[in-house]
């Protein structure tokens, strides 16, 4: 549940728009010490199962968070702003 807090103080305080792809980037940039990069696919397939579940803990289907994608081929930034609509 730490994960989803931190997620949604994203959301809150900065309009970030948390996407699978983006974080998944995000770990790969920031993380170096995890060696991520060097992840075999089944531990990629893993670690991207843990931050769809952070995701979706974050931001249930059909609450008044933003909506989460299921798909890693999203091209959105994890820090691409929210456009006021």
């Known amino acids: 549940m730490d994960c989803a807090a931190v997620l949604r103080l994203g959301?809150?305080?900065?309009?970030?728009h948390w996407t699978l792809a983006g974080l998944e980037?995000?770990?790969?940039e920031r993380c170096p010490p995890m060696g991520y990069t060097?992840?075999?696919p089944l531990q990629k397939q893993?670690?991207?199962?843990?931050i769809?579940?952070?995701?979706?803990?974050?931001?249930p289907?059909?609450?008044q968070g933003m909506p989460v994608s299921h798909t890693t081929s999203e091209t959105?930034?994890?820090l691409s702003r929210?456009?006021?609509v």
């Open 38 to 40: 060097g992840f075999q």
């Open 52 to 59: 769809q579940d952070a995701l979706n803990r974050a931001f």
């Open 46 to 50: 893993q670690l991207r199962q843990r």
């Open 25 to 28: 980037q995000w770990i790969m």
């Open 76 to 78: 959105s930034l994890y």
């Open 82 to 84: 929210r456009v006021p």
């Open 61 to 63: 289907q059909g609450s």
């Open 11 to 16: 959301v809150a305080q900065r309009g970030i």
